[in-house]
């Protein structure tokens, strides 16, 4: 009977799952849970000892192990693709998305991508982007403990594919889904069956930090952070635009105290467990368990989402092996090959040589003339130095360069005259326009513009544009000022809109820095004012872009 494995590594903690079956019916074999030791010199291989001791004799399948690692290492881009081809939408991801990560390069990143829907014409995505600096070390422990994984996911898709193996997806219902890790919180929220949102709260159940805390402190933390969490979910719920209505929150993870049993506008907060409640008693919670569970039950081919953050770097892993002979006779044939074709280049280039000597002396006889036969150049009183050299190049006087060279010095010397003739008639190109606090002003009511669908009802009070001149190292920039309301039904509402703005603003190319300001309630209590938020941008950036 076939075997899988789902391994979590977090930064504090760890949890291993042995599954047994198939994709509809998978039992549990072997699990254990564990903390990486506070203070260890390599915590991370001892969390690698302990895995490889609670899995001797399991005989796992190379390629049916999964690790599942810290969603708050992830960041997620929404993208909309004019195509829903998944072999085309994977050869321009990267582009695509590039300009939406400007806090990395993206050589540095592993991207994935979830589709949301899709018609023939376009698709709608969820773009994740991890480090891979952030992956390596995860995955160099799991190799050192005999289980290298064949596939990476973050714990927020391992969730929603056991929350669905579990069936608790129906076509008529909605629900959120809720990951307590140990330093970040993932929220998914799944309508009809289908996923429609992925997020990530940076907090969990540890303090960020590598150095443990005294248990008052963690107590602190813990209320801390369930009551962010109670917001955060409040937010989801009352934002969620779902077409069915939302009936339960299920959380594992973590234990949260103070949050399961309870009720967020009139939403049930339940523990999803992987077993039924007489076994889930048995093991301490056993929720804890759930994200390792879904890595491994998607070794065995269930769930609805296949993610894959190891697609580049497994892109060729186990072929090269069996291809190196053919690949070194191939290297002798192609270094065969280029000299040939090196040789073939060499005449080419002397050919072509010849034929720029020609194109030289031509290019001399319509610039220069031909006194000689009396005939006139187009070029009248040449200076001296452009005439000294073309006249030179062409008897071959000039060794430094080749003709194409020669003829590009030509070219340079001629666009330098005209720069002299330009500044001496005081039509100097080069000469930059200051910023435009007009195009400043519109690049933000554009940001408004494009939401407008979003945002609902908001009304610009006053709008202010100043151009500051930058002085020394500083560059020249645009402060636009604002005074704005936001109506939403209520205040939550309303302050959703306004961070929708303002972070929309943020992933511009132009953005450069914020100040917010004091949110105002209105007297009607459905909306909020702001008075004089400031926006500072550069709109060379924005000019370079369109370029």
Known sequence: MARSCGIRIGLRSFEVVVLEGGPKKAKLVRHITGELPDGAEDPLAEAAEAIREATKGENIP?????LVVDTGLAAFRTLRLPFSDRSKIEEVIKFEVENQLPQWSIDDV???????????????????????AALAPQIEACADAGLEPVEVELEATAMVNAAQHLGLFAEESACVLVHFGDTSTSVAVVDGGALKSLRAIHSGAFPTGANPVNPAAAEAHREEVVARLRRELLRTISAAATAQPIEAVYVCGHHVE??????????????????????????????????????????????????????EEL?????????ELPLAVLGLLLLTLFSVQAIITHKQIQQHDRDLKVWLEASNNFMLGTPEQGEAGNLRRPPENIHNYARNAEKGEV???????????????????ILVQQRELGSDVSITQPLSALEGVTLVLGVLDELKESLGQFSIRRI????????????????????????????????????????????????????????????????????????????????????
């Not at 190379?62 to 999964?66: A, C, I, L, P, R």
């Not at 569970?293 to 894959?308: N, V």
């Not at 190292?473 to 309301?485: G, S």
Request: proline residues 3%; without cysteine.
């Open 110 to 132: 592993v991207i994935d991508f979830l589709v949301l829907d899709s018609s023939e014409v376009e698709s709608n995505l969820i773009v994740t982007a991890v480090p891979k």
């Open 62 to 66: 190379q390629d049916s192990v999964g």
């Open 464 to 547: 202010e544009s100043t151009y500051y001149s930058g002085k020394g190292a500083r560059e020249d920039k645009i402060v636009v000022k604002l005074d704005l309301t936001f109506r939403g039904g209520d205040t939550i509402e309303a302050t959703r809109r306004y961070e929708d703005f303002l972070e929309t603003v943020r992933e511009k190319p132009w953005y450069l820095e914020d100040k917010p300001v004091k949110q105002n309630t209105l007297d009607t209590a459905d909306g909020i004012f702001l008075d004089g938020l400031q926006i500072t941008l550069d709109t060379k950036r924005a000019e370079n872009l369109e370029s």
């Open 315 to 323: 892109r060729f892993l186990g072929k090269f092996e069996r291809l």
């Open 258 to 311: 103070g949050l399961v049993g309870e009720a967020i506008l009139d939403t049930p907060v339940e523990t999803l467990n992987i077993l039924p409640d007489e076994d889930a008693e048995e093991i301490e919670n056993s929720g804890r368990l759930l994200v390792a569970w879904g890595s491994a039950l998607g070794r065995l081919g269930g769930g609805i989402l296949k993610p894959s953050l190891r697609r």
């Open 399 to 417: 060794q430094q360069k080749s003709r194409y060279g020669q003829l590009k010095m030509i070219d340079k010397m001629l666009q330098d005259e």
